[in-house]
């Protein structure tokens, strides 16, 4: 071709209109019911997962739990260790196009801090969060705090940056608008609660150059729109997965795992490999178990492998027991309350009328539309009953679960007395991030849960130089729990997820992850 003619012929194909590019859609199934937004308010598995979809933080954690810059470029410690002055990185955007500001997130940082248990434990030691410079957070301390980078970068309860109009907003009611800045924004048009919740990917947002691990590294979103597909019954979700209706279904049951396995269109892996713990929690302010020797008896009695054989089937391979307050396999994770949880039913009894049990009904909220934990409630209303105490199984799906497990009030007034839920390793880690052994009483998790010797210790082990003084702390902590009965552990497992083969780039971690997901 001459010169000439190639040069008209480029002319002509630059003033043709460029062709549309193909939506690339990743169509996932969570595995409940997102109703809860707002991940500060909120303390929900899905609520977090949602989190990590829309909003960012100013630090990260890796797959060590090493704290990580995330939105921050770099922090400065003053000499006397009682100023931190954390940079955020240039060219950071909100979905609604404004630039993020150290004020967005110092206002955004004091919210967390009255809100989120991690953020209360350091809002004791933070006199004030303000901004320096429009680029620059400053965070004063009442006394060195060196575990700061660590606690901003929890990744279990991150401190999601929100616009300052919206950060304003009074912690015990939940912000009225999603905008984030986050690698996906939220479409509040499309989103139906108990049917499907919409992202589209954010064009303006700026990852980091590091690879991704865990929530650190760069957050690359790889699909142009991510839809959330609530299907509450598992059988139905897995059957959508096979004929290719979804991409990516976040759990599959035990008992379904093996006919997926023997699929070559499809993946079987997991999220968060460090596992999930499933738990008991007493609304600690009605009775009867406001009363702690009465929770000790549900704690005797209670057999794990009863609770994790429905995840396990036949074969615990991969399942196993753990009679600690920490995660088994963690630091912090021992025996501890071997004597404790013996699974023995007389003695449980006996505890139960040295406890002076006088048959008060006890109202077990069950999950409808989340496995494992609708097994475990009716596991649990069963031993109760065997107990001999006067059990109300209430069975309604996560969403109403979230709402009603709020409510302080007596169970004859919409109240509740039991809740079965889990948690992954990360938020339950150490004393710091442990909400469900915490004791801040109305302040903390729902349960509602006191002791101000726990809350001393935790602030201590925050404080402490060496692993072998938290160590040791940690130890104290845990004996008053077993002795105090916050919580029952219902042992580990890990939670199987399952994709289509075309479906490349899954990250582990303590929640869904979207970025890095490619669809080819």
Not at 216 to 232: M, N, S, T, Y
Request: glycine share 8%; charged share 20%.
């Amino acid at each position: 071709m001459h010169r000439r003619a190639f040069l008209a012929s480029a002319a002509a194909l630059a003033a043709r209109p460029a062709l549309a590019q193909p939506t690339t859609t990743l169509r996932f199934v969570p595995n409940s019911n997102l109703t809860l937004l707002d991940p500060i308010w909120s303390t929900a598995y899905v609520s977090l997962c949602h989190g990590y979809t829309v909003f960012d933080a100013p630090f990260a954690a890796d797959a060590k739990q090493s704290p990580t810059l995330q939105m921050a470029e770099s922090y400065d410690v003053s000499p006397d260790g009682r100023t931190w002055q954390i940079r955020l990185r240039e060219g950071l955007r909100f979905h609604n196009g404004e630039p993020v500001r150290a004020i967005d997130a110092a206002t955004s940082l004091t919210r967390w801090a009255a809100r989120q248990s991690t953020g209360q434990v350091l809002g004791a030691f933070v006199e004030s969060w303000s901004a320096a410079d429009d680029r620059t957070i400053k965070v004063a301390l009442k006394q060195p705090l060196p575990t700061l980078a660590y606690m901003l970068g929890n990744s279990a309860f991150p401190p999601f940056i929100m616009p300052e109009h919206l950060a304003k907003t009074d912690p015990s009611k939940q912000v009225a608008e999603m905008i984030g800045s986050g690698p996906f924004r939220f479409k509040a048009s499309e989103y139906v609660t108990g049917s499907r919740v919409v992202y589209e990917k954010f064009r303006e947002y700026l990852p980091r150059s590091e690879a991704p691990e865990w929530t650190a590294g760069g957050k690359i979103a790889r699909v142009d729109r991510l839809e959330w597909h609530v299907i509450p019954d598992r059988a139905t979700s897995v059957a959508a997965l096979q004929q290719g209706e979804v991409d990516w279904i976040e759990a599959v049951p035990g008992d379904l795992q093996s006919l997926l396995k023997t699929r070559k269109d499809i993946t079987l892996d997991t999220i968060d490999p460090t596992g999930w713990t499933g738990f008991i929690r007493f609304n600690a302010l009605q009775k009867p178990f406001d009363n702690e020797a009465i929770r000790r008896a549900v704690l005797m009695a209670v057999n794990q492998e009863d609770y994790v054989r429905v995840v396990a089937g036949d074969s615990l391979d991969g399942t196993f027991l753990c009679k600690s307050m920490f995660p088994c396999g963690t630091p912090y994770g021992t025996s501890a309350g071997a004597d404790a949880m013996r699974a023995d039913l007389t003695a449980a009894k006996q505890l139960l009328r040295d406890g002076g049990y006088a048959g008060e009904r006890v109202v077990i909220l069950q999950p409808s539309d989340l496995p494992p934990y609708g097994d475990y409630a009716a596991i649990t209303a069963d031993l109760l009953k065997r107990l001999g105490m006067n059990v109300d199984l209430v069975s309604s799906d996560w969403g109403t679960i979230t709402q009603r497990r709020a409510k302080m009030e007596p169970v004859e007034q919409g109240g509740w007395s039991i809740f079965i839920s889990g948690v992954n390793s990360p938020g339950v880690l150490n004393p710091a991030v442990n909400f469900l052994v915490r004791g801040l009483g109305k302040r903390g998790y729902f349960g509602w849960y006191e002791n101000p010797e726990i809350e001393r210790l935790a602030s201590e082990w925050l404080q402490s130089g060496t692993e072998a003084d938290r160590t040791r702390l940690a130890g104290m902590i845990e004996q008053i729990a077993f002795r105090t009965v916050p919580f029952v552990p219902l042992g580990q497992y890990p939670v199987r997820t399952a994709y289509r083969s075309n479906i490349k780039g899954l990250l582990h971690g303590p929640a869904v992850l979207p970025w890095n997901i490619a669809k080819t």
